[in-house]
T-cell receptor
Framework: SQQGEEDPQALSIQEGENATMNCSYKTSINNLQWYRQNSGRGLVHLILIRSNEREKHSGRLRVTLDTSKKSSSLLITASRAADTASYFCATDHFGNEKLTFGTGTRLTIIP | NAGVTQTPKFQVLKTGQSMTLQCAQDMNHNSMYWYRQDPGMGLRLIYYSASEGTTDKGEVPNGYNVSRLNKREFSLRLESAAPSQTSVYFC???????????FGPGTRLTVT
């Protein structure tokens, strides 16, 4: 069964606006990762946040993690047309080698 | 570096036919993975290999077999294809538990 649930399922914003998507999970995690997938392509790793971290930045990306609420958010600032893609969160859990992916948020940036 | 490569890119099979999907990585990663992606389902793990010589089942292993041929290569075999196996298949590699994964471009498989 899927651990991560992204919200919203789809999001459309104007270029230049900020985009926020959320991920919730059910059981305690070791790490949480975000990936991007452009249409018809493989997934690309964006950022990894460990369970003892609360916030992490990478360029225009900001990820937060709230382990008490079992949730994470991905913020993309100053969006660009090239950010149009699906975004997935993935979790791994203590003692479990496997990553579990959510169903994704489809982000569309309107030029 | 090519990263993770997969062959073929597209394949159409008839029900009952067999085929092998090939995957290779040139990043010296210990771990390799096979996923399938279906509309609205996200990615689901089929099999993985934590190191050369070991393989383990993932979430949806039924109907598939794998071989970790060496550190670089990890193949996925469908012995008797079924329409339910129509999907996009992704191979990935990584340093292992707690690290990011690197994905190949995918194989789009249709079983009629």
């Amino acid at each position: 069964s899927q651990q991560g649930e992204e919200d919203p399922q789809a999001l459309s914003i104007q270029e230049g606006e900020n985009a926020t998507m959320n991920c919730s999970y059910k059981t305690s995690i070791n790490n949480l990762q975000w990936y991007r997938q452009n249409s018809g392509r493989g997934l690309v790793h964006l950022i990894l946040i460990r369970s003892n971290e609360r916030e992490k930045h990478s360029g225009r990306l900001r990820v937060t993690l709230d382990t008490s609420k079992k949730s994470s958010s991905l913020l993309i600032t100053a969006s660009r047309a090239a950010d149009t893609a699906s975004y997935f969160c993935a979790t791994d859990h203590f003692g479990n080698e496997k990553l579990t992916f959510g169903t994704g948020t489809r982000l569309t940036i309107i030029p | 570096n090519a990263g993770v490569t997969q062959t073929p890119k597209f394949q159409v099979l008839k029900t009952g036919q067999s085929m092998t999907l090939q995957c290779a990585q040139d990043m010296n990663h210990n771990s390799m993975y096979w996923y399938r992606q279906d509309p609205g389902m996200g990615l689901r793990l089929i099999y993985y290999s934590a190191s050369e010589g070991t393989t383990d089942k993932g979430e949806v292993p039924n109907g598939y077999n794998v071989s970790r041929l060496n550190k670089r290569e990890f193949s996925l075999r469908l012995e008797s294809a079924a329409p339910s196996q129509t999907s996009v298949y992704f191979c990935a590699s990584g340093q292992g538990y707690g690290y990011e994964q690197y994905f190949g471009p995918g194989t789009r498989l249709t079983v009629t």
